[in-house]
Nanobody
Framework: HVQLVESGGGSVQAGGSLRLYCAYS????????MAWFRQTPGKEREGVAH??????SYADSVKGRFTVTKDNAKNILYLQMNTLKPEGTAMYYC??????????????????WGQGTQVTVS
């Protein structure tokens, strides 16, 4: 039974930083993909950062500002967000996908999600 719990969201001024956390448990293996997505009301869930097998992928809008890392010993997925912009305001979700050593980036590939953590940039 896979469980994902996000935390670390909050309100920050433009140019500031936040670090998001996703504590995960259950049958999540090294071959799986994990990712951060974000969503605003009325819009589709957007991929932000993806990690699998030591590889990472980022949306163009966050490259150079966001960093995704994964601590397998602590079972935590991180998203370090620097130089935040107002357009970064969204609910951020952690997702997991049994991608079998691939690196999937589409929301439809991720079958399990956490409850989300709100990030507001003003």
């Amino acid at each position: 039974h896979v469980q994902l719990v996000e935390s670390g969201g909050g309100s920050v001024q433009a140019g500031g930083s936040l670090r998001l956390y996703c504590a995960y448990s259950g049958d999540i293996y090294d071959s799986y993909c994990m990712a951060w997505f974000r969503q605003t009301p009325g819009k589709e869930r957007e991929g932000v950062a993806h990690i699998a097998s030591g590889r990472t992928s980022y949306a163009d809008s966050v490259k150079g500002r966001f960093t995704v890392t994964k601590d397998n010993a602590k079972n935590i997925l991180y998203l370090q967000m620097n130089t935040l912009k107002p357009e970064g305001t969204a609910m951020y979700y952690c997702g997991v996908d049994p991608c079998n050593w691939g690196l999937d980036t589409r929301s439809a590939d991720y079958g399990k999600w956490g409850q989300g953590t709100q990030v507001t940039v003003s």
